[in-house]
């Protein structure tokens, strides 16, 4: 009998890749293999988690589908491998040493939010870790953002310096503990501590005795402005229902116009000042944590200084502990029933990258901040909040970074060389590719100061270093001016290739969706350098991953004085006027034109006459800025697209059937066929639109007849695109679908015209999924290279 049963003994040995390291896999994999009385051992190894199991086929499928089916929450299973090897007869299930390898596959996790687990030990008093701000397990805490190297241990981590106590030591090694190998485990003995410092005396804000955390609570409550460090990086807050101290925080941080985000303690509090749909508050309490985009009750209660003109605010819920201790006791200071909301905006002046090293804080923020909520745990890799919303039935980025990055996006093929797309230069990310796999970074930022570029070429590096990829190929922007392009054209990489601006946002829809192509690609945005020297931002195309035929695209009209002309939408205006009435605009009875400064258009009018500084374009989100400034939103702006978007907001006050019927719509011409590529006119939009002005329509109905007419050109455009190539797959992408109305309004359309439509899920539709775009389309090229 024995040799009968020995017979059905099998060892299999299974390796796992994806993030399985420091994820509580492998304690994971020992109780498991205790649940099934399995011998053997698991390993940490440079591919990832290698297992060796023992015992009947019958217990062994049992363990390997527990395997797939009750993975930690913060593992990503990519790949399991098995296969058969000789028994071993050993006694027990083992966690056996690390071993160090030559390859480095194992992935590294994004940080993620406080567990449950750990929450309720910070709220217990009996816990020997009650309030302690940085309490976290294998299940979460900071990642990536202390990970100085791989592979990923405490030695090689920003906690290097934090020697563990002998309790928090014990739970460490003690493989059914749930900070086994927790890597940031801590305690109050052993661990980071937090201070609410004065900057300018560098001495304790409070007395002694007290704790930090509620002295702090008690200055944002009583009217202060903080820099609070983070995980990725200062943040600055302050009440956000305290008028007077949002504005005090704008003021110094020059930052005028655009929205400050908010954190608040819990999906309750997120649903006193926004609506909250079903996917929305499952986005809010993921583990991800990112800033979500929300709706605005009528009479919420903050301080319109937060988000001047917008009807939406960005809400996050608390990700760290010291964020929840933070929240919890600023609401034991206030008023009862009093909305507990704090600003929680990125700790930056203006335009500049986040701050997130201590003396670096201290220069740039103690001019805004009147004290600094800090610890002594280093942040060694910057990361801003991701920002999110949910669209048109799915997700939408607005910026991927904390609680994404690093984890890899899955293409479709193998890349035949390890490749770096080096992104745009707004809103940018670099991706590093290796396998299937493409690493999209945290949000880098806009190239245009020294700083964002060293981070920039910092981050590659450490990149590089992490994830074991050393490039051979690199995928740049054809923008010659572009910083990243020219760090693509200096490096000592011999493959070099070009990618066209709109090829990439429509590429990176195609990459997300494992989608080769062709389909109809309809990209729209602000900038983009175009094949002929122009600058594109409103292209029909026929794409697929290898290149693209461009089929359409908005008429050309001068872009008088470059970057000026996106800070001053007026002269857009005055252009798109130009084009639709010829120099007869300037008799037009409408308040545009009779506010026009005549001197300004005659400068502007020679500029463009003579070619000087006035490059064409084609850019829908130019467009969008001109009809803002027509209609007298704005003639001058802050930061781009705040027209456009005030637009937007204007038009959502408008019943969404607004557009029913065909009179609703602005005419517009297309001519196809005759003309390659053809040309979407809108001169005679532009007349209606101004002669709705002089009937006195109000000018939300005309952002709304605006909006749905330029969801019918687009549409009208994908159909005549179909007609002439047979295509049916529609992919939109680029950062005017960033206007939650619009990218509704088109896919509706395109739907009921039978089309299938795909849009951006896992990097933003902007130039912050650039790099992934740039890094599919090179990856086809070389494979076909190859082939
Ligand atoms: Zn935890
Ligand atoms: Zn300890």
Same mark, same amino acid.
């Given at each position: 009998m024995a040799s009968i049963i020995g017979s059905t003994i099998q060892r299999r040995r299974i390796v796992v890749q994806g993030?399985?390291?420091?994820?509580g896999f492998r304690p994971f994999v020992y109780n498991q293999a205790l649940r099934w009385g399995l011998v053997g051992f698991v390993l940490n190894d440079s591919l990832g988690v290698t297992i060796e199991v023992e015992g009947t086929p019958e217990t062994l499928d049992g363990f390997q589908s527990a395997l797939h089916?009750?993975?930690?929450?913060?593992a990503h299973i990519d790949s399991i491998v098995t296969e058969l090897v000789p028994p071993h007869q050993e006694s027990a299930f083992i966690i056996a040493h690390s071993q160090a390898g030559a390859e480095r596959h194992a992935l590294i996790s994004p940080d993620s939010t406080t567990c449950e687990d750990c929450l309720h030990e910070l709220f217990? #008093?009996?816990? %020997? +870790?009650? *309030?302690?701000?940085f309490i976290n397990c294998t299940n979460c805490g900071p990642r990536f953002t202390i990970v100085?190297?791989?592979?990923?241990?405490r030695t090689k981590t920003?906690?290097?310096?934090f020697p563990m106590c002998p309790d928090c030591q014990a739970e460490y090694e003690d #493989?059914?503990? %749930? +900070?086994? *190998?927790?890597?940031?485990n801590a305690c109050p003995a052993c661990g980071p501590q937090v201070r609410l410092l004065?900057?300018?005396?560098?001495?304790?804000?409070?007395?002694?005795?007290?704790d930090p955390i509620a002295a702090a609570a008690q200055r944002l409550a009583s009217g202060a402005i903080l820099a609070i460090k983070g995980l990725g990086g200062y943040h600055l807050a302050c009440d956000a229902l305290n008028s007077e101290a949002v504005r005090r925080l704008r003021q110094r941080k020059q930052r005028e116009a655009k929205p400050f985000a908010l954190m608040v303690p819990d999906l309750e509090a997120a649903r006193r000042l926004c609506q909250v749909s079903n996917a929305e508050a499952a986005l809010l309490q993921s583990r991800r944590r990112p800033i979500v985009l929300l709706s605005q009750h009528p009479?919420?209660?903050?301080?319109?200084?937060?988000?001047?003109?917008?009807?939406?605010l960005g809400i996050m819920l608390p990700y760290t502990p010291l964020h929840h201790l933070l929240l919890s006791a600023f609401a034991e200071i206030i008023?009862?029933?009093?909305a507990v909301t704090l600003?929680?905006?990125?700790?930056?002046?203006?335009?500049?990258p986040i701050a997130y090293q201590d003396d670096d804080a201290q220069v740039r923020l103690a001019t805004i901040a009147e004290g600094v909520l800090t610890?002594?745990?280093?942040?060694?890799m910057r990361c801003d909040d991701s920002v999110m919303r949910v669209v048109a039935g799915g997700e939408q980025f607005f910026r991927r970074s904390?609680?994404?990055?690093p984890e890899p996006i899955r293409l479709s093929?193998?890349?035949p060389v390890p490749l770096l797309a080096c992104g745009s230069h707004l809103k940018n990310t670099f991706c590093l590719c290796k396998g299937q796999q493409a690493f999209v970074s945290h949000h880098i930022g806009d190239l245009e100061n020294l700083e964002t570029l060293t981070s920039f070429r910092e981050g590659i590096e450490h990149f590089q270093r992490l994830f074991d990829i050393y490039p051979e190929a690199v995928a740049y922007d054809?923008?010659?001016?572009y910083l990243a392009t020219k760090y693509a054209l200096d490096t000592d990489i011999s493959q070099k290739i070009g990618v066209q601006h709109h090829h990439a946002h429509i590429a990176s829809v195609l990459a997300e969706h494992g989608l080769d192509g062709p389909v109809i690609g309809v990209a729209a945005d602000g900038t983009g350098y175009g094949t002929d020297g122009a600058i594109w931002g409103c292209e029909i195309m026929a794409a697929d991953l290898l290149g693209f035929e461009r089929l359409a695209h908005l008429g050309y009209v001068p872009l008088p004085g470059g970057e000026q002309a996106v800070r001053q939408p007026w002269r857009m205006a005055a252009c798109y006027l130009a084009q639709a009435f010829?120099?007869?605009?300037?008799?037009?009875?409408i308040p545009f034109v009779r506010t026009l400064d005549r001197s300004k258009w005659r400068i502007l009018a020679q500029m463009t006459a003579r070619n000087i500084n006035s490059p064409p374009t084609s850019s829908l989100g130019r467009l969008f800025d001109a009809v803002a400034a027509l209609v007298g939103?704005?003639?001058?702006?802050?930061?781009?697209g705040q027209a456009a978007i005030e637009l937007e907001m204007l038009a959502q006050?408008?019943?969404?059937?607004?557009?029913?019927?065909?009179?609703?719509i602005y005419p517009f011409t297309i001519k196809m066929r005759?003309?390659?590529?053809?040309r979407l006119d809108v001169a005679p939009m532009l007349r209606a639109i101004v002669s709705d002005i002089q009937q006195g329509v109000p000018t939300s109905l005309i952002a709304s007849r605006f909006h749905c007419s330029i969801a019918e050109l687009l549409t009208t455009a994908c159909l005549e695109a179909r007609e002439q190539t047979k295509l049916n797959i529609v992919a939109l992408s680029g950062g005017?679908?960033?206007n939650r109305l619009l990218l509704e309004q088109l896919i509706a359309r395109l739907e009921e015209m039978a089309f299938q439509v795909y849009v951006n899920?896992?990097?933003?539709?902007?130039?912050?999924?650039i790099s992934l775009g740039q890094a599919a389309v090179a990856g086809a090229r070389l494979v076909r290279t190859e082939m």
């Open positions: 993030i399985v390291q420091g994820v089916e009750e993975t930690p929450p913060l217990d #008093p009996e816990d %020997r +870790r009650y *309030h302690y701000p100085q190297d791989v592979p990923y241990d920003t906690m290097r310096v #493989p059914l503990n %749930r +900070r086994f *190998h927790a890597q940031p004065d900057w300018t005396s560098k001495g304790n804000l409070y007395p002694p005795s007290t009479d919420c209660p903050v301080a319109p200084g937060v988000a001047p003109a917008y009807t939406t008023e009862p029933g009093r600003v929680m905006t990125s700790g930056n002046l203006s335009d500049e610890h002594n745990r280093d942040i060694h904390r609680g994404f990055a093929f193998d890349f054809l923008h010659p001016e010829g120099d007869d605009f300037l008799e037009l009875d939103l704005r003639s001058e702006v802050l930061y781009e006050q408008q019943e969404r059937d607004t557009c029913q019927g065909q009179s609703g005759d003309q390659m590529p053809a005017v679908f960033q899920r896992h990097v933003p539709p902007n130039d912050g999924g």
